[in-house]
Structure formats: structure tokens, C-alpha cells
């Protein structure tokens, strides 16, 4: 391109002066013929500057237009170029760019659809809602819970609740992650709602997740059931087996008249008794868990009531805000919690608590420097009636559970890496 307006610069230029050497011939003074030479020559210079430039600027034109149509998502359109000079590397370079560009958006548009297939076809019914609350993307499943299978965009998720069932109504108002019900009867059916809040193209959303739960908690149920029956066949063996055994003993020493050892048999069949009524006791107990009935409560108040129960190290500062509590079901979970931390085989200086207060949660960590657990009594560990104890209930940690989940928290169970047990316990902050 360069090349091209020199020569033309130079073509130019050797006609005017070849037009300003004639003209001499015509006037006397070299001036005014160079003047005229100059005057003649200008329009001929602009055409052939234009024509020169005729390609360049249609092809700028062409490349605004096509950076246009990239900012409109359509990478459809290429340049061209028929000479080989250094435009033709700029256009080489911008039709990459554009294949580039047409290979990604097919990419994703793939993606994307690929992904609306799966959201559609999931059966976890989806609503994004917008800060107006107004529905703006809802998949099938949510569609067929809402409306009936019709198209719920636009609307309002007020009014739409406002036809749905109490109990889904009521969950997803409450702003909180949980299950609920719907139906009656046979035909009940459980779901977890959980929702989840972040910013789509600069605006604040929310998503609304409705997950139908009944076939994963009834094979849950089943399992669950199993291992209680094993674990309630288990205690009642070892309790009724002995209770045999020393009837049978009894009734052959009444026969020969040893009544001396009847004593220590009876003994025997009352401690086996007893435990078994305390094992049914704590059945009851936890079988019958009334719901949390909440209050205020200073953590050093509470601390020291169980300082006054049982032994354990404080490690750390307790929060300054009071909590608000069942205090008598926190107060037995963890009185449990230490109990069970005493009886792992750690020394007394091992077992603490320790409380605080995080963003939303109360973190409650019960540890001790005992024996730890293995993988499978790790699973196994929060199953009502298991117990690794000769004479445990297999309540305490269940126990600690439902608790823990009656105030909407949880509780996990871990290895420490120096040796022992840590219990954590962690609770919704509650106004």
C-alpha cells in the first residue's frame, strides 16, 4: 500500500512539473506558470488520491459494520481483500478473530442448550426470581407445581403462592431451607425447599429449589429401621439370653436345695432387668422429644451449670450475646456430649468445650484426647441404639442429634489430628 502512493506520489508529481515546464513556454514568469501548473493539477490529484482510496474506505466501512454485528452476538459476517499488502494481514487477522469468536458462541450455545435440556428435564422444580419478585425462568417441574404445566413467567410469586398449598406457601415464605409436606394420608408426599441468592448480568436473583424427597426417604426409613432392629435385637439378647441362663440355674439349684446361691442369681436377673427398663426408658425419652420452647440464656450462666454437673476446660472466651435456646434440651445434649467425652478413655484435662459465635451460627465443639473412632463407627455413631459401650444406651448421641436438628442446626462427629474426638454442634443464630 505503501509502494503503491509513493509512485503515485511521484507520477504526480513529475506531470505538474512537466505541466509547469510548458506552461513557461505560454507566460513569462516561471511563477505564475508553476501557479496554474498547480491550480490544473489539484483536481487530478484528488481523483487519483480518491480512486486509490476507494477500497480502503469501503473496506473500513465493511469492518465497522462487522465489529457492529460482533457487538450484536452475530459473528456471521468476513472481509476480504484482494491485495497482498499490510491491510491484508489486518483483515486476515480480524476474519481469525471472527471464526474464533463463531466457534465459541456455537460452544456455548451448545452448552447452553445442552443445559436447558437438563434443567427442563430435572424433576427438582426451578424459579429464578427477580428483586420485584416477579418469576423470570421457571423449568417444567416448577411450571407443573405452580400452574399447572402453563407458563409461569412474569408473574408474581405473591400470587402464585397465594393458589398453592399452605404448606408450600408457608416453606418457601419462611425464608429457610427445610422440608415440608403436601397430601394426606398415603398419598403424602415430603420435599425440601432451599433457596440460593447471586447476581445475574448485574442484578440480584433468587432461585427457589423444590426437590421431592418421599422414594430417597422412605429407602432412608427402611435402612434406618434395619439398623434399629438390629441394634434393639442385639441389647435384648444380651439381657434375655443371661435372664434364661440364670432362670434355668435357679430353677436347678431350687431343685437341689441350694438356696444359698439363689441370691446371686436373682442379683443378677434384677441388674439385667433393670437395664433393660432403663434402656426402654431412654427410648421413651427420645421417642417423645417435645419442640423446642426457646429463651434467652447467658453462655456463662450455662457454663456453669454444667461445670456443676460434670468436669471439663473452657478453651476460649464465651460470646457476649445471650442465645436463645431450649436450655434444658441443649443442656442434656451436652451433658451427653461430655459424658461421652469422659468415657472415650481421655484424662480429665482432655475434655472441653469450647462456644462461638460466627456469622448467622453458634459453633458448640465438645472434644476429648480419647481413642477416637473408627470409619465405621464414625457412620454408625448417630444411629438411635448403637453403641460400642458394654453398658451404653446408644441414646446419647442421637439424642444430641434430634436436638440439634429441633433447633434447625446439626451436628458431625471427627477425628482430631493429635488423637480423640471432636462433636460439633452448630445452630441457627435465632433473633
Known amino acids: 500500500m505503501a509502494g503503491r502512493l509513493a509512485g503515485l506520489t511521484l507520477l504526480l508529481l513529475a506531470a505538474g512539473i512537466g505541466l509547469a515546464l510548458a506552461l513557461q513556454a505560454w507566460l513569462t514568469s516561471p511563477l505564475a506558470a508553476f ?6 493539477m489539484l483536481p487530478v490529484v484528488a481523483m487519483a488520491v480518491r480512486q486509490q482510496l476507494r477500497p480502503m474506505l469501503s473496506l473500513f466501512r ?31 487477522t480480524h476474519n481469525a478473530l471472527g471464526d474464533a469468536l463463531r466457534e465459541q458462541r456455537l460452544g456455548l450455545v451448545q452448552r447452553e442448550l445442552l443445559l436447558d435440556t437438563m434443567v427442563q428435564n430435572t424433576p427438582v422444580a426451578m424459579v429464578l426470581v427477580d428483586p420485584a419478585g416477579h418469576v423470570t425462568y421457571a423449568n417444567l417441574a416448577a411450571r407443573r407445581e405452580f400452574n399447572g404445566g402453563r407458563r409461569i413467567e412474569g408473574q408474581s410469586l405473591e400470587a402464585l403462592l397465594e393458589a398453592a398449598p399452605e404448606p408450600l406457601r408457608d416453606a418457601i415464605q419462611s425464608g429457610r431451607d427445610g422440608l415440608f409436606s403436601l397430601g394426606e394420608d398415603d398419598e403424602e408426599q415430603t420435599w425440601h425447599v432451599s433457596r440460593r441468592e447471586f447476581r445475574l448480568n448485574g442484578r440480584p436473583q433468587r432461585l427457589l429449589m423444590l426437590r421431592q424427597l418421599t422414594t ?25 439370653a443371661p435372664v434364661a441362663s440364670l432362670a434355668h440355674s435357679g430353677a436347678e439349684l431350687t431343685r437341689r436345695g441350694q438356696y444359698a446361691r439363689l441370691e446371686s442369681v436373682f442379683g443378677t436377673i434384677e441388674e439385667r432387668a433393670r437395664h433393660l427398663e432403663g434402656f426402654i426408658r431412654g427410648y421413651a425419652s427420645f421417642a417423645k422429644l417435645p419442640s423446642p420452647r426457646l429463651e434467652a440464656v447467658a453462655w456463662p450462666a450455662l457454663a456453669e451449670r454444667l461445670r456443676s454437673q460434670i468436669d471439663f476446660v473452657l478453651e476460649g472466651a464465651l460470646p457476649d450475646e445471650p442465645a436463645r ?88 462427629l471427627g477425628n482430631r489430628q493429635d488423637g480423640g474426638l471432636v462433636v460439633t454442634l452448630v445452630l441457627p443464630v435465632l433473633e
Not at 459494520?65 to 491484508?88: C, H, K, P, Q
Open 35 to 40: 501557479a496554474l501548473a498547480l491550480l490544473l
Open 62 to 92: 465493511a469492518l465497522a459494520g462487522t465489529v457492529d454485528s460482533y457487538r450484536d452476538g452475530d459473528f456471521s459476517f468476513g472481509l476480504s481483500w484482494r491485495r497482498n499488502d499490510e491491510i491484508a494481514e489486518l483483515v486476515d
Open 216 to 240: 430417597e426417604l422412605r429407602r432412608q426409613e427402611v435402612q434406618t429401621w434395619k439398623k434399629v432392629i438390629r441394634v434393639i435385637s442385639h441389647e435384648l439378647n444380651n439381657s434375655l
Open 325 to 412: 435456646l431450649d436450655v434444658p434440651q441443649i443442656e442434656q445434649a451436652l451433658l451427653n456430649l461430655l459424658k461421652n467425652a469422659h468415657e472415650s478413655g481421655s484424662p480429665p484435662e482432655g475434655v472441653t468445650l469450647r462456644v462461638r459465635r460466627l456469622p448467622g451460627q453458634l459453633r458448640i465443639e465438645v472434644g476429648d484426647r480419647g481413642t477416637g473412632m473408627s470409619e465405621a463407627v464414625l457412620a454408625n455413631a448417630l444411629v438411635p441404639f448403637y453403641s460400642t459401650k458394654r453398658s451404653g444406651t446408644g441414646l446419647g448421641l442421637a439424642l444430641a442429634r434430634e436436638i440439634a436438628e429441633a433447633h434447625g442446626g446439626r451436628i458431625s
